[in-house]
C-alpha cells in the first residue's frame, strides 16, 4: 500500500535528482511542521524546518508590505551551499538544500517545479488566529 509520505518522497526524488549537488529537502507545514524530507536526517530535516520556516513567514510579511504579491520562491546563498524556499500550496513551503555545485537556474526552476507538483494535491490550511468555541 503506498501511503501519502511516499508518495511525497516519489515526487521529491523524481524532481530533485536530477539537481546537481543536492544536499537533501523538506517539506514543511507553514508553522514550521517537518511534513516530509529527502535524503536528509530526521533531526535535521525538523531543525531546517523550523528554522525555514521563519525566512518564509517574513518573505511574506515583507511582499505583503510591498504589495508585492505571492512569494515565489527565495535563494539564500551561503560559502559552501545554497538553500532555495518555495511555497507549495496554500500551508506548505518546500526547502531544498544544495552544495555550491548546483547551477541556481536548474535548482530555482525544480524547486518551483517540484512545489507545484506537489501543491496540486497537498494542501495544508493555514491556522487561523481564533480558536473554535
Known amino acids: 500500500m503506498t501511503t501519502t509520505n511516499d508518495m511525497i518522497y516519489s515526487v521529491l526524488d523524481n524532481n530533485l535528482s536530477r539537481i546537481a549537488g543536492v544536499q537533501g529537502a523538506v517539506l514543511l507545514s507553514n508553522d514550521g511542521i517537518r ?3 529527502y535524503e536528509m ?6 531543525r531546517v524546518a ?3 520556516s521563519g525566512i518564509a513567514a517574513t ?3 515583507l511582499s505583503r508590505e510591498v ?7 527565495q ?9 532555495c524556499i518555495v ?8 526547502i531544498v538544500v544544495t552544495s555550491r555545485k548546483a547551477r541556481l537556474g536548474e535548482l530555482g526552476g525544480e524547486a518551483v517545479r517540484t512545489a507545484q507538483a506537489l ?8 491556522r487561523s488566529g481564533t480558536q473554535p468555541s
Not at 67 to 73: A, K, L, M
Not at 75 to 83: A, C
Open 67 to 73: 504589495d508585492g504579491g505571492r512569494v515565489i520562491r
Open 59 to 61: 518573505m511574506k510579511a
Open 75 to 83: 535563494l539564500v546563498e551561503m560559502d559552501d551551499s545554497y538553500l
Open 119 to 126: 501543491g496540486e494535491w497537498l494542501s495544508t490550511p493555514e
Open 41 to 46: 536526517e530526521r533531526d535535521r530535516a525538523e
Open 87 to 94: 511555497g507549495c500550496g496554500e500551508g506548505s513551503t518546500l
Open 50 to 52: 523550523a528554522a525555514a
Open 35 to 37: 511534513l516530509s524530507s
